[in-house]
Every structure is written in structure tokens, then in C-alpha cells.
């Protein structure tokens, strides 16, 4: 990695900026990418399955079931 052109620091040649979210292809992009659906699963008042937790589910007038694998998800 390299700094931008526009902000090359004649003293800083060798520093680098650092990275305050996870990129694709890193380790922690699978967990941020879970804790980001996993807010906006709760703002919609589903609540985690007790038997595998990548499944949500609500139960008001319409039932509602969400599961996760990976990246995808897919609600009924």
C-alpha cells in the first residue's frame, strides 16, 4: 500500500494510512458484514433463532423467517 498522490508527506514517505473498517478479502469482513444485518434484522423486530443463530425470525400477524449463509440471506 502507498499513499494517495495528493497526500505524499515529504518526511512520511514509507507511512501508510490505516484502515478504520474491514475491507473484502480480509478475515473480520465475514463478522462486520453479520453485526451490520444482524442491526438491521433487530430494527425489524426479529429476534436470533435459539437453535442456530443465523436464523431470525418474528412471530406478530405475519410470521416472518430470515436466514443468513455467508453473504446471502433469504426471508419467507
Known amino acids: 500500500m502507498i499513499q494517495l498522490e495528493d497526500y505524499?508527506?515529504?518526511?512520511e514517505k514509507t507511512f501508510v494510512c490505516?484502515?478504520?473498517?474491514s475491507l473484502?478479502?480480509?478475515k473480520q469482513v465475514a463478522k462486520?458484514?453479520?453485526i451490520k444485518f444482524d442491526t438491521l434484522l433487530n430494527e425489524y423486530?426479529?429476534?436470533?433463532?435459539?437453535v442456530d443463530p443465523c436464523v431470525y425470525h418474528?412471530?406478530?400477524v405475519m410470521e416472518t423467517i430470515c436466514a443468513i449463509f455467508v453473504d446471502d440471506?433469504?426471508?419467507v
Do not use: M
Open 45 to 50: 423486530n426479529l429476534v436470533t433463532s435459539e
Open 58 to 60: 418474528n412471530q406478530g
Open 73 to 75: 440471506g433469504f426471508c
Open 32 to 34: 462486520q458484514w453479520n
Open 24 to 26: 473484502y478479502g480480509f
Open 18 to 21: 490505516r484502515l478504520k473498517k
Open 8 to 11: 505524499v508527506q515529504l518526511r
